[in-house]
C-alpha cells in the first residue's frame, strides 16, 4: 500500500522585510490525497506553495497545523516509506553511480551482496546498467536524473515525491524521462505526487491534478486518459488530452484573477 493524505496543512514563517518581521502564509488549510499507485500532479503559480507542501509530504519541513499521513501513519520526519527526487539529481560528486544508489540502502541499513545487488537492479530498471562505474561529471543531466530515481526508488518507498524531476532538463530528454517513469510506474505500481510548471506533462503524466493557488487547493482535475500510457506522441494528438489541457490551462488562468 501507499496512499498518502495531507488533512488541513497549514505553514507559515516569519519574513524579514524592510527591518520589520512579517507573517508569510505558505499553505492554508491544504487537503487532498493520493491514493496507493496513483499518479497525482501539484501545478499552480510560482509561490503558490507546491514545494512546500511537498517537502511537508517528505518530512523535510514541518508543518504549523494539520497533518500528512503515509497509509494513515501520521508522518513525523523523514522516513523510508518515502522517497525524494528534486530537481537537480543532488548526487554526491565523489561516488559512482552505483555507489550513489548503494549510499540510499547503506542509510536504511542494508549490507553485504545485497546492497550491491540491489543497487544494481534499480540502475538497470532506469537503463543504466553500463553506468555503474561512471561518476555524476561523466553523465549528462538525464542520466544523472536517473539515477536519482533509482536512488528514491532502491529504498522502496510507499511513495515517491518529485519535485519538478525534469524541469532543469532540455525538451527531448525532458519527453524521454517522461517515457521512462511512465515505464517505471507501470513496472513498480509506485505512488507518486510531483511537482511541475508543465502542463502537458501534468496531463502526460497524472491521474489527477491538483491545481493549487495561495497556498489552497483551487480545483482537482481528472485525467480521463487511460492506462498503459505507452505511445506518448498519439496521447498527445487525442482530443482527450487537447480537452484536459485546455480545462487545465482555464483553471490555471483563472487562478491568475
Not at 540491489?118 to 553506468?131: E, H, K, N, W
Not at 529504498?155 to 530528454?173: H, R, W
Not at 486518459?225 to 483563472?254: H, K, Q
Request: proline share 3%; hydrophobic share 45%.
Amino acid at each position: 500500500m501507499g496512499s498518502v493524505e495531507l488533512i488541513d496543512v497549514s505553514k507559515t514563517f516569519m519574513l524579514r522585510v524592510d527591518g520589520a518581521q512579517q507573517t508569510v502564509r505558505a499553505l492554508e488549510n491544504l487537503s487532498f490525497s493520493v491514493s496507493d499507485g496513483e499518479i497525482v500532479a501539484l501545478i499552480g503559480p510560482s509561490g503558490c506553495g507546491k514545494t512546500t507542501a511537498l517537502r511537508i509530504a517528505m518530512g523535510l519541513d514541518a508543518a504549523s497545523g494539520g497533518k500528512v499521513a503515509v497509509d494513515g501513519v501520521t508522518v513525523i520526519g523523514c522516513g523510508h516509506d518515502r522517497g525524494m527526487v528534486f530537481q537537480h539529481a543532488e548526487l554526491l560528486p565523489w561516488l559512482t553511480a552505483l555507489e550513489n544508489v548503494m549510499f540510499g540502502l547503506e542509510m536504511k541499513g542494508m549490507r553485504g551482496a545485497q546492497l550491491r545487488e540491489t543497487a544494481q537492479r534499480y540502475l538497470a530498471l532506469v537503463g543504466l546498467q553500463d553506468s555503474g562505474n561512471r561518476r555524476p561529471y561523466q553523465l549528462s543531466g538525464g542520466m544523472q536524473q536517473r539515477v536519482g530515481i533509482a536512488r528514491a526508488l532502491a529504498i522502496d518507498p510507499k511513495v515517491l515525491l518529485m519535485d519538478e524531476p525534469f524541469g532543469a532538463l532540455d525538451a527531448q530528454t525532458r519527453e524521454t524521462m517522461q517515457a521512462e517513469l511512465i515505464d517505471i510506474h507501470a513496472r513498480t505500481g509506485k505512488t507518486i505526487l510531483f511537482v511541475t510548471h508543465d502542463l502537458d506533462e501534468a496531463v502526460l503524466l497524472a491521474d489527477r491534478v491538483v491545481v493549487m493557488q495561495h497556498g489552497a487547493v483551487q480545483e482537482i482535475m481528472n485525467v480521463p486518459l487511460p492506462r498503459p500510457r505507452g505511445d506518448l506522441e498519439a496521447l498527445r494528438g487525442s482530443a482527450a488530452f487537447t480537452e484536459t489541457r485546455y480545462r487545465l490551462w482555464r483553471a490555471i488562468n483563472a487562478t491568475d484573477h
